[in-house]
């Protein structure tokens, strides 16, 4: 088995990986592993933007303040304050990197989006936000001569040596070889898991592999319950899931179902600009009382040339599928979109394991609470990605304090369970039937007794496909068991059986793996 040394390693090529090698690479050898390609990532699909309170009339008061009232009770403001008063830094950080945001008479263009109290979003390329910072990144790591990269490689180990992370295991995706990575730091930037669900906007990449890596080696993992379904992807028979940006609201757009009926004023007096969760669950409802798979999203009374300028992506893409949105509402439907929980970090990305950090969707910084305000996700990953590198340059160590309660995965007995083989399909189709946007009891725990049946009987992992089944089985665990043990409704955790907040869950729920 070959084994290569580094001061950093980085698992994920997003944004967070990228932004974190660009920095880390000033003070130390760096190398990073991603399973694909370095382009295919889930901020590369990222259009509504990236929040920063620039603009007049805005402040770091009040972005906090609307964070907070999006995060429905669950939000660490120590978390919240930091992105915000840093939120401003790091966009200059982005446009010295070479970013070309958005501008209007030599200003940054700034956009409103659903329970933003002002304009405050950022947009590069329109509707390319995430497409463009990502390509711009990747260009400059690699050219860069202290960065390594080596795609298709997925790391499946976390290696030790005497309780401090050592390095990873790795296998390489099309020869099936194995090899070790040792480093000083090892900084998990792996992205989200939205393919655990029937209908995501995240592309395939998004298998919850760091959780599920992090997991195993006994960090902690916090907020799993709440994940973020998206109200409106594109729902057109036989055309791959698409998000439509929350920014189509922002600037005019409305919704109706399929009776042409405004319906969101009946649900929130913010109406369509009400938060995801709310405007998600509406749809869920319109569509039941309609009988359709689908509402829609109308910006026909909007000037058409706004629509080409601000929504190029979003309207290429519907028309190369025969739909003009200039002319003709847009089917749309919820779809699974972004975990607000994760690998638990402090303010410094240290997670409860000494040299192992994380950043990005797969940390839960606190900052998100039960529902993440929209386009908080790029800035979050910016400003903890930064603060990583800042605490390892003033050689600082240690670890996140442990979280004072912790809950281990049950051992359930399936051995009465006759569920269907597990493959990746079965897996998408029992968590958005069971563990969706609306849950209850007797699903999830249907939910639990499969996925639990499903691990027991997984065949030891060989291959990247096998790899990710088995992490997304794992992860999905992790999802239901912390929404079982929720016995309230909050944020993006809607169970209809407790549709109520209820103050004494006013509180995280955190795992962590059962150590001899």
């Known amino acids: 088995m070959k084994k290569r040394e580094f001061d950093f390693i980085i698992i994920g090529s997003g944004i967070a990986g990228l932004y974190v090698a660009l920095l880390a690479q000033e003070i130390g050898r760096v190398l990073i592993l991603t399973k694909g390609s370095i382009d295919e990532c889930n901020t590369k699909y990222a259009q509504g933007g990236i ?14 303040e609307d964070t907070v009232a999006a995060g429905a009770g669950l939000c660490d403001p120590e978390m919240v304050r930091i ?39 950022l947009h590069a390329g329109g509707d ?83 959780i599920a890596l992090a997991y195993r080696a006994g960090a902690e993992i916090m907020d799993m319950e709440f994940f973020q379904f998206h109200p409106t992807a594109l729902r057109l028979p036989g055309v791959p899931v698409f ?18 009926h405004r319906f969101m004023s009946e649900y929130s007096p913010q109406g369509d600009l009400a938060p995801r ?38 309207y290429r893409f519907c028309l190369d599928h025969g739909l003009d949105i200039t002319s003709s509402p847009i089917p749309v439907a919820p779809a ?16 409860n394991i000494p040299g192992l950090f994380a950043c990005g969707e797969v940390a839960c910084t606190g ?15 910016l400003v903890f990605s930064r603060r990583i590198v800042e605490h390892i340059r003033e050689g600082a160590e240690g670890s996140k304090k442990a979280a004072g309660e912790c809950f281990t995965l049950p051992t359930r007995d399936s051995s009465n369970l006759a569920p269907p083989p597990p493959s990746l399909t079965s897996l998408q189709e029992l968590m958005w039937d069971n563990a969706g946007i609306v849950r209850y009891k007797e699903g999830l725990e249907k939910a639990a007794l499969t996925l639990a049946a499903w691990e027991a009987r997984l065949p030891k992992p060989t291959d990247r496909a096998s790899w990710e089944l088995a992490n997304l089985i794992l992860v999905g665990r992790l999802l239901v068991e912390a929404a079982l043990i929720r016995e309230e409704s909050r944020g993006a955790h809607f169970r209809s059986d407790f549709p109520e907040p209820s103050p004494e869950w006013q509180k995280h729920i955190v795992f962590k793996k059962e150590t001899n």
């Open 128 to 210: 390319a936000t995430g497409e463009r910072i990502e390509t711009t990144l990747s260009r400059q790591a690699r050219a860069s001569r202290k960065i390594t990269i080596l795609e298709h490689c997925l790391a499946i180990e976390i290696l030790f040596e005497a309780g401090r992370v050592q390095g990873v295991k790795a296998v390489d995706c099309y020869s099936g070889s194995v090899e070790e990575f040792h480093c000083r730091w090892l900084i998990l930037a792996t992205g989200g898991a939205g393919r655990l669900f029937k209908f995501t906007t995240n592309p395939e990449v998004a298998t919850g592999d760091g």
């Open 51 to 64: 929040a920063a309170p620039v603009g007049p009339g805005d402040s770091p008061q009040l972005h906090f």
């Open 277 to 314: 969760d709310v405007v998600a669950r509406a749809i869920l409802a319109e569509m039941k009382k309609t009988k359709s798979d689908h509402v829609l999203l109308d910006v026909t009374h909007l000037p058409a040339r706004k629509i080409f300028t601000r929504f190029p992506h979003i």
């Open 243 to 260: 998000l439509i940006s929350e920014a189509v609201r922002g600037e005019g757009g409305v919704l109706r179902n399929v009776s042409g």
């Open 336 to 351: 699974a979109h972004y975990l607000m929980g994760g690998i638990r970090t402090d303010s410094w990305g240290r997670t």
């Open 83 to 121: 992105l915000v008063e840093e939120a401003s830094d790091r966009i200059a950080d982005l446009i010295k990197f070479g970013v070309p945001f958005d501008t209007v008479n030599g200003e940054v263009a700034l956009t409103q989006e659903a329970a933003h109290s002002v304009p405050r979003i």
């Open 367 to 381: 900052v998100h609470g039960a529902n993440r305000l929209a386009s908080n996700s790029l800035m979050e990953t």
